[in-house]
């Protein structure tokens, strides 16, 4: 049931993905530029490859990320002119029951068979996380469903903290377990990405609601939300790797698990860069196959082989051997923004992060005037920025799995309705 009149409220400055480039991860990839030989050649977390990363590929990234930054800036201007999209309830049931469901699948057996295992992760025992990933029944396509739980969070939290609709309490509930299970995934898994892909959206739409406008802490969280995400960035990181690798290895290797974290934490963004410049030296490039920044329709069940074999896709197979003969293969991440040039080449990559950039400003410009379906789509585009220096977020498998949620949930329960009138004006440009 819909509550009273709500008054739209502009969103902070760091929701607009020009600014969240421009102002948070541009410096960012700065910094990787500045220091990846050095990080490269004195590093303890034995890293031991050649430095590939030059001017030139330093140009492609950081221009990637400027031309990013243009079209966001671009595809945010100007009024969205779709129809205000809203959803039943039964579309909130539907996704919960859809990810449940994939989570009793993938965990369910080795539960009943070998809680131990779950145990011994959950509680740090060595080794543990690797026995999880094998023992787990993985089912491409059916385990897949956990990511409608991000979906989910999107409609749930757009529905309550924007639009003001008091929901049922089964979707508190609901929501407290798509949480936990993430938790849960993140432990037993060393799949942090599943809990973040999850509270990011979350806290989205909740700085865009009217929760964390009042009294004056909640209102400096909401402004600086994305600098105090990238300052608590390495005590979660370390959180969720001590029973990975700390526990198992690299105990031995530091002085300390503070150090341990701050280098191996920035040798996830260092190593994606300089291991793709690497493998882009030692590939034929471009392909024109889409293996990287179409991703997505390569791991689509049924679809995603047959194309492989018809296109002769090895891309991901070449990467694993260049890194094993050349670098590491523990650091495995392929940074979101040289992938593209792989596929496509350097004009093509252009004319694809252009399009990126432009979709994501379209999506903001939908979510900031609460408009179409964009608007519960634009939370997924936002967290793809924090990650696409390290993995190509949005081409990934995961974030369409969530997207394909939405889409199923609009097809069965969502409707179009009259917009709600508005009483403030979305600030979409930069000044």
Known sequence: MAGGAVVQRASPWWVHPARLLAIVVLPIAIVVCLYTADVINHNRANYSAPVFFNAYYAALFLGGLLILTV?????????SGAPSVSFGNGALDFLFIACLTAYAIWFGPMLASAPEVLLGAITAESGAVYDVRELSTRLPGITTLTQFGVA??????????????RLPRRFDVFLAIIMGAAIFRALVNSERIALVEVAIPLL??????AQLTGARPLRIFRQTLPLLILGASPVFFTLFEYNRSWINHYQYEYDSLLEFALERFGLYYITSVNNFCGFLDHSAWPTFTGEWSLLWLYRFPLIGPALADLVGADSGAAFETFLKEY????FNNP???LIVYHDWGVF?????????GLFAGLAYRAFEQSRGLLQYIYPIVFYSFFEILRIGYLYDGRSIAAVIGLGIAYVGWGKRAKMRR?????????P
Do not use: S
């Open 71 to 79: 079209f966001a800036l671009v595809g945010a201007r100007g009024n």
């Open 204 to 209: 989205v739409i909740l700085c865009k609601g």
């Open 422 to 430: 508005h009483t403030a004006t979305a600030r979409l440009a930069l």
């Open 335 to 337: 940074t979101g923004i």
């Open 327 to 330: 670098a590491t293969d523990e």
């Open 152 to 165: 989910y969070v999107c409609i749930y939290a757009i529905r309550k903290f924007v639009n003001g609709e």
């Open 348 to 356: 093509g990559g252009v004319l694809f992060l252009a399009a990126y």
